[in-house]
């Protein structure tokens, strides 16, 4: 005697005929949705390598991003919207500064080798430099305006982000 099966669906049996079927921990597993790479998501295309997105109209290429400014192919994308990339003006201020001092251990390595030898006094020729602030980067194009800030992250921050400002504005004299 076959025993009938005690959650009957009318949608079909479950993955081991118990219950519907649903996302989880049973069988088949679901796909992937965000976070994982190729599966799922905008754009997605299970035809195309993994990680590779369906071109989409209008929007073009990134080809530089700085901060939260990103520019494409045939506009510049801000968070306050997208504004015309032929035209555009690009201006950095530089509002960092990198401090130098002598470290407190150094000090007090100097202190300590100084009493056993006159070596210690070389300690004192550490030099430790620390850079805080942050750099300003405004665009204007079609009468729209977006400044971002950047934080400076070493003494040469200032010139990584002037050369993809040149970048950017030699994509706007084009």
Not at 22 to 34: C, S
Not at 93 to 103: A, G, H
Request: one cysteine or more; charged letters at 10%.
């Amino acid at each position: 005697m076959s025993q009938a099966n005690p959650n009957p669906n009318p949608d079909g049996d479950g993955a081991y005929g118990w219950g519907p079927t649903q996302p989880g921990y049973g069988y088949p597993n679901p796909a992937p949705g965000y976070g994982y790479p190729g599966q799922g998501g905008p754009g997605y295309d299970p035809t195309l390598a993994a990680g590779q997105l369906v071109p989409t109209s209008g929007g073009g290429t990134p080809l530089v991003s700085i901060g939260d400014i990103t520019v494409m192919n045939d506009g510049i994308v801000t968070p306050s919207g997208t504004l015309p990339l032929r035209g555009a003006v690009w201006n950095a201020t530089d509002m960092s500064r990198t401090e130098e001092k002598i470290p407190t251990h150094a000090i007090i390595l100097a202190i300590i080798f100084f009493i056993f030898c006159l070596l210690g006094l070389l300690f004192l020729l550490m030099k430790e430099k620390k850079t805080t602030g942050f750099i300003q980067v405004t665009v204007t194009s079609g009468g729209k305006h977006h400044s971002t800030m950047l934080p400076a992250t070493g003494p040469d921050s200032f010139q990584i982000v002037m050369g993809q400002i040149s970048y950017a504005r030699s994509l706007s004299s084009m």
